[in-house]
T-cell receptor, first 115, second 115 residues
Framework: AQKVTQAQTEISVVEKEDVTLDCVYE???????LFWYKQPPSGELVFLIR??????QNEISGRYSWNFQKSTSSFNFTITASQVVDSAVYFC????????????FGSGTRLSIRP | ETGVTQTPRHLVMGMTNKKSLKCEQH?????MYWYKQSAKKPLELMFV???????ENNSVPSRFSPECPNSSHLFLHLHTLQPEDSALYLC??????????????FGPGTRLTVL
């Protein structure tokens, strides 16, 4: 069975601190995709990144970075020098390579950045 | 208009009403999705349409009826809903290539309240 676990329900940090959001997944598939989405208070989910299971290279995009480790089935997301605008709910998701219906979202982590 | 749009943004209806949610994508995608997001529950995938054909119905009650007249439009027809159906309904689209479903782009959602 496929499963995505985001153990951190809520995180609160002071602006400019670094923060890491954890994501652990379970799958028996050898080919799959992992995603991170951001949901600000407006409600719309914003796509952040997609990672193919064959590509374990870490990625950095500005203040955002992702650490994909197949050995521990984790796909963690780090925000460096956090800003108030980063406050949102962040979702990690997993999908089979060839099945849109099998996309599984984690329960989300609510991140609050205090000024 | 750009991206994925949804109307209305807010809807209040009685249990005996019939209403429809509308979604339109301006991204040239060929797959569209309906999700339900309830408080403190993971995102639930309801329906998937690929090339205007329904490819998945995840055990959704028949009081929810989707319609996809073309690749740019998706509707969710609602009738005799229950209060527990109150939630944020999100529409998304993606580009399917050879069975591989890519990242999904979401609309802002319709906040539905059933009285």
């Amino acid at each position: 069975a496929q499963k995505v676990t985001q153990a951190q329900t809520e995180i609160s940090v002071v602006e400019k601190e670094d923060v890491t959001l954890d994501c652990v997944y379970e799958t028996r598939d050898t080919t799959y995709y992992l995603f991170w989405y951001k949901q600000p208070p407006s409600g719309e989910l914003v796509f952040l990144i997609r990672r193919n299971s064959f590509d374990e290279q870490n990625e950095i995009s500005g203040r955002y970075s992702w650490n994909f480790q197949k050995s521990t089935s984790s796909f963690n997301f780090t925000i460096t020098a956090s800003q108030v605008v980063d406050s949102a709910v962040y979702f990690c998701a997993l999908t089979r390579y060839s099945s849109a219906s099998k996309i599984i979202f984690g329960s989300g982590t609510r991140l609050s950045i205090r000024p | 208009e750009t991206g994925v749009t949804q109307t209305p943004r807010h809807l209040v209806m009685g249990m005996t009403n019939k209403k429809s949610l509308k979604c339109e994508q301006h991204l040239g995608h060929n797959a569209m999705y309906w999700y339900k997001q309830s408080a403190k529950k993971p995102l639930e995938l309801m329906f998937v349409y690929s090339l205007e054909e329904r490819v998945e119905n995840n055990s959704v009650p028949s009081r929810f009826s989707p319609e996809c007249p073309n690749s740019s439009h998706l509707f969710l027809h609602l009738h005799t809903l229950q209060p527990e159906d109150s939630a944020l309904y999100l529409c998304a689209s993606s580009q399917e290539r050879g069975g591989s479903y890519n990242e999904q782009f979401f609309g802002p959602g319709t906040r539905l309240t059933v009285l």
